[in-house]
């Protein structure tokens, strides 16, 4: 299984940015997949996971209402799209791919995107 992020960049305060990672390699039903960041200051930290079928999602709290996980099945691709962006959003996103179902084990991980959001 292969991941591939992309799509961050560079956006002010309140605006907005659509990550995209791009899964091959395999089936995916049965996985839970998610976005997680990692800031200099932290630990990689949980931002939000999409059980592949039927696409129960799940946020963190400090995304929700902003960030919203979805995927595209018939692409093998799964999204993030970020609004009302906060400085405090700047990091290093990675998607992650869980094949066991139980969010706890994520084997798979793509290659990080980098998100600055400036104030």
């Known amino acids: 299984v292969q991941l591939q992020a992309y799509g961050g960049g560079l956006v002010q305060a309140g605006g907005s940015l659509r990550l995209s990672c791009a899964a091959s390699?395999?089936?995916?039903?049965?996985?839970?997949m998610g976005w997680f960041r990692q800031s200099p200051e932290k630990e990689r930290e949980f931002v939000a996971t999409?059980?592949?079928?039927?696409?129960?999602?799940h946020y963190a709290d400090s995304v929700k209402g902003r960030f919203t996980i979805f995927r595209d099945e018939a692409e093998n691709t799964m999204y993030l799209q970020m609004n009302s962006l906060k400085p405090e959003d700047t990091a290093v996103y990675y998607c992650g791919a869980d094949p066991t179902g139980l969010s706890h084990a994520y084997t798979y991980w793509g290659q990080g995107t980098l998100v600055t959001v400036s104030s």
């Open positions: 390699g395999g089936s995916f039903s049965g996985y839970i």
């Open positions: 999409i059980r592949w079928s039927p696409g129960a999602t």
